[in-house]
Nanobody, 114 residues
Framework: VQLQASGGGLVQAGGSLRLSCAAS????????MGWYRQAPGKQHELVAR???????NYADSVKGRFTISRDNAKNTVYLQMNSLKAEDTAVYYC?????????WGKGTQVTVSS
């Protein structure tokens, strides 16, 4: 299984970006999918998670601004990020998880200028 994240870039504060995570296999619907991020000098943190049953949870810092979703037919998970802040600057990673394994993709850089 491979996960390929894309959609990062440079955006001004208040702007929006949509990250995509394309999976090589049909795992999106059967795994818990998540987005994590790591900013310089900070710990890796969960941003959003979408379970196979459709439940979501978000970091408090992004609630109301970010939305995780998936398209099973495209084997892709998305992270819509609105009202971006400078503190959202980080490398964002896609994750797929089940009871047996954890899969990680390479990150995509998001930089928010203030």
């Amino acid at each position: 299984v491979q996960l390929q994240a894309s959609g990062g870039g440079l955006v001004q504060a208040g702007g929006s970006l949509r990250l995509s995570c394309a999976a090589s296999g049909s795992i999106i619907s059967s795994n818990s999918m998540g987005w994590y991020r790591q900013a310089p000098g900070k710990q890796h943190e969960l941003v959003a998670r979408l379970t196979s049953g459709g439940s979501t949870n978000y970091a408090d810092s992004v609630k109301g601004r970010f939305t995780i979703s998936r398209d099973n037919a495209k084997n892709t998970v998305y992270l819509q990020m609105n009202s971006l802040k400078a503190e959202d600057t980080a490398v964002y990673y896609c994750n797929a998880r089940n009871i047996l394994k954890d899969y990680w993709g390479k990150g995509t850089q998001v930089t928010v200028s203030s």
